[in-house]
């Protein structure tokens, strides 16, 4: 193992990088009492760029959906790892950098403010009521709220009514203000909320949020392509359906060159992360209160995997039923449909209990929903972003949940690899 000093954090790898930072000695490194990052190497195409170490196994093991299962390295032999290396983990205080992208160095420097400058694109129904939300909840964490859209209005719009949100008692509410095209990446996070092809009201398809892949991830290509050449270096958020196959068109475009081959110059795939998850838990929480064998989902269960086919909601972890399981997976995802039936689009969960809510729990690294890369896909689960780093949560997981997820994934990749 090589040891490095990088500005106050620790530097460890196999890898030889005198180049980029100074060589320390051990007994340094065992004094440190910050931070710490491991450098290793990886295929881009299906390893994360970054992450929060958990297990000591993560930095030589490929990726696979057992990321979410603590038990997968229980036989490890510790003795293969320096004690160091392992007290950095104990104490969450080591950060995997992929050095296989050409920008590790530029992203390892990166630091995220206090607070943040949010962006957002698409002022439709779910655009308009997130920006309600952040306004109203995000005083603590967001300096400001750029908005953009192509109708001129809806930006007038908003700029009137957002900032016409008062609460006399608590005057520390981020400014919403209109921002040019030019300017959509000079933030911290860019928000994708733009939306076509929605089904009108009575003429839905049996999955509405996949009927809108086609025309969204062309716009989604767009401004994937305008944040690698803005050099982009924040969290590009997917808001609008179906955002794990939106978050996979947006890593896959954003890094092809001029003539379509992968150079990884563009977005990371730890900047890109889809929000859709936290209404189906929000959802599968309201129905789960309705019977008292499922009750237990609101401290015990967990949502895993796509906002829409695919998703699976389990009704605890350590006492997971698959039939109650699966029954709340169903009448969760048919939710949105119950909505429609009533005469209105469901936008309004979605956009504060994925969007809005999941956002600022985002920035303020606490445990939320969302999607992040796992072995080449997109998959929703339970995580929050530490100092730039995502932490996935880990569970004692059922054999047979292990099974759904390892179908949900290929599901997905069947749609869009």
Same mark, same amino acid.
């Given at each position: 193992?090589?040891?490095?000093?990088?500005?106050?954090?620790?530097?460890?790898?196999?890898?030889?990088?005198?180049?980029?930072?100074?060589?320390?000695?051990?007994?340094?490194?065992?004094?440190?009492?910050?931070?710490?990052?491991?450098?290793?190497?990886?295929?881009?195409?299906?390893?994360?760029? %970054?992450? +929060?170490?958990?297990?000591?196994?993560?930095?030589?093991?490929?990726?696979?959906?057992?990321?979410?299962?603590?038990?997968?390295?229980?036989?490890?032999?510790?003795?293969?790892?320096?004690?160091?290396?392992?007290?950095?983990?104990?104490?969450?205080?080591?950060?995997?950098?992929?050095?296989?992208?050409?920008?590790?160095?530029?992203?390892?420097?990166?630091?995220?403010?206090?607070?943040?400058?949010?962006?957002?694109?698409?002022?439709?129904?779910?655009?308009?009521?997130?920006?309600?939300?952040?306004?109203?909840?995000?005083?603590?964490?967001?300096?400001?709220?750029?908005?953009?859209?192509?109708?001129?209005?809806?930006?007038? @719009?908003?700029?009137?009514?957002?900032?016409?949100?008062?609460?006399?008692?608590?005057?520390?509410?981020?400014?919403?203000?209109?921002?040019?095209?030019?300017?959509?990446?000079?933030?911290?996070?860019?928000?994708?909320?733009?939306?076509?092809?929605?089904?009108?009201?009575?003429?839905?398809?049996?999955?509405?949020?996949?009927?809108?892949?086609?025309?969204?991830?062309?716009?989604?290509?767009?401004?994937?392509?305008?944040?690698?050449?803005?050099?982009?270096?924040?969290?590009?958020?997917?808001?609008?359906?179906?955002?794990?196959?939106?978050?996979? +068109?947006?890593?896959?475009?954003?890094?092809?060159?001029?003539?379509?081959?992968?150079?990884?110059?563009?977005?990371?795939?730890?900047?890109?992360?889809?929000?859709?998850?936290? +209404?189906?838990?929000?959802?599968?929480?309201?129905?789960?209160?309705?019977?008292?064998?499922?009750?237990?989902?609101?401290?015990?269960?967990?949502?895993?995997?796509?906002?829409?086919?695919?998703?699976?909601?389990?009704?605890?972890?350590?006492?997971?039923?698959?039939?109650?399981?699966?029954?709340?997976?169903?009448?969760?995802?048919?939710?949105?449909?119950? +909505?429609?039936?009533?005469?209105?689009?469901?936008?309004?969960?979605?956009?504060?209990?994925?969007?809005?809510?999941?956002?600022?729990?985002?920035?303020?690294?606490?445990?939320?929903?969302?999607?992040?890369?796992?072995?080449?896909?997109?998959?929703?689960?339970?995580?929050?972003?530490?100092?730039?780093?995502?932490?996935?949560?880990?569970?004692?997981?059922?054999? @047979?949940?292990?099974?759904?997820?390892?179908?949900?994934?290929?599901?997905?990749? %069947?749609?869009?690899?």
């Amino acid at each position: 193992m090589n040891y490095y000093k990088h500005n106050e954090n620790i530097i460890l790898t196999e890898l030889n990088l005198e180049n980029h930072f100074k060589t320390i000695d051990k007994k340094s490194v065992l004094n440190h009492n910050g931070y710490a990052f491991y450098v290793g190497e990886r295929e881009l195409r299906t390893s994360r760029s %970054s992450f +929060v170490v958990n297990f000591p196994w993560e930095i030589s093991h490929k990726e696979n959906l057992c990321l979410l299962d603590k038990n997968y390295g229980a036989n490890c032999n510790l003795s293969e790892f320096p004690s160091e290396f392992l007290a950095f983990i104990k104490n969450k205080k080591i950060f995997y950098v992929n050095a296989k992208n050409p920008n590790w160095l530029t992203n390892i420097n990166h630091c995220f403010p206090q607070k943040w400058e949010v962006h957002i694109v698409g002022l439709g129904d779910v655009g308009g009521t997130l920006i309600t939300g952040l306004r109203l909840l995000g005083g603590d964490c967001i300096s400001s709220i750029g908005i953009y859209d192509k109708d001129k209005n809806k930006v007038k @719009r908003w700029l009137l009514e957002g900032n016409q949100i008062l609460d006399i008692n608590n005057l520390n509410m981020p400014e919403i203000k209109e921002i040019e095209e030019k300017e959509i990446f000079h933030c911290d996070m860019f928000v994708f909320c733009v939306s076509l092809g929605v089904p009108q009201v009575g003429k839905e398809s049996s999955d509405v949020r996949l009927a809108q892949f086609e025309g969204n991830s062309k716009v989604v290509t767009y401004y994937a392509k305008l944040a690698r050449k803005a050099s982009f270096k924040g969290i590009f958020a997917v808001v609008s359906d179906p955002v794990d196959l939106l978050c996979k +068109v947006a890593f896959n475009e954003s890094n092809k060159n001029p003539k379509g081959d992968y150079d990884f110059n563009g977005l990371s795939s730890s900047q890109i992360r889809g929000y859709g998850l936290g +209404v189906m838990n929000a959802r599968a929480s309201y129905f789960a209160k309705q019977d008292e064998k499922t009750k237990a989902y609101i401290d015990e269960g967990r949502a895993f995997g796509p906002h829409g086919e695919g998703l699976i909601i389990a009704n605890s972890i350590e006492h997971y039923d698959e039939y109650l399981s699966d029954h709340l997976t169903e009448k969760t995802k048919k939710a949105n449909l119950e +909505v429609r039936t009533a005469g209105f689009k469901p936008y309004i969960a979605p956009a504060l209990s994925s969007g809005a809510l999941s956002l600022l729990s985002t920035i303020r690294g606490q445990w939320h929903y969302s999607c992040n890369f796992i072995d080449g896909t997109y998959i929703g689960c339970k995580n929050r972003f530490v100092n730039g780093y995502t932490e996935l949560e880990t569970y004692n997981m059922p054999e @047979r949940l292990m099974e759904k997820l390892q179908q949900t994934k290929s599901y997905l990749d %069947s749609i869009y690899f």
